[in-house]
């Protein structure tokens, strides 16, 4: 099924083009702006990309745990309400999607931290 080639052109124009590349295994914050009454703010939402989904409507997951509870978050890539994102580590992992950290508790939930950069080279 192809996309209209208007609603193609209007896609592209709308697609954001200032947020970093990131895997799943990676751990980022998500600047998130939330409205409060007639006021903005900025809240971070820090955690793993535990999914990406590329494409026109691409979303990526993170999950954190937050007080002892997972707690994932599924953003829009090109959405509004995401400010800026950070890359703060990258972990070794061999999968594309990171769906069986949800089973993991404690020291099982660990993975190995890598650098990306240095690999690359």
């Known amino acids: 099924m192809s996309i209209h080639p208007v ?17 799943p295994g990676d751990q980022i914050r998500v600047q998130v ?8 703010r900025l809240q971070a939402f820090e955690g793993l990309v ?6 026109p409507q691409g979303t990526f997951t993170v999950r954190k745990m937050s007080f002892g509870q997972g707690v994932e978050r599924i953003f829009p890539f090109n959405s509004r309400v995401i400010d800026k994102i950070e890359k703060i580590r990258s972990y070794k992992v ?10 993991l508790r404690g020291k099982a939930a660990r993975l190995k931290e890598v650098d990306r950069l240095a690999a690359r080279a």
């Open 7 to 23: 609603m193609q052109r209007l896609a592209e124009k709308l697609n954001r083009t200032d947020l970093p590349e990131f895997v």
């Open 33 to 40: 702006k939330i409205k409060e009454g007639d006021k903005e």
């Open 94 to 103: 061999r999968r594309a999607k990171l769906f069986y950290i949800r089973g």
């Open 50 to 55: 535990i999914a990406v989904n590329r494409g």
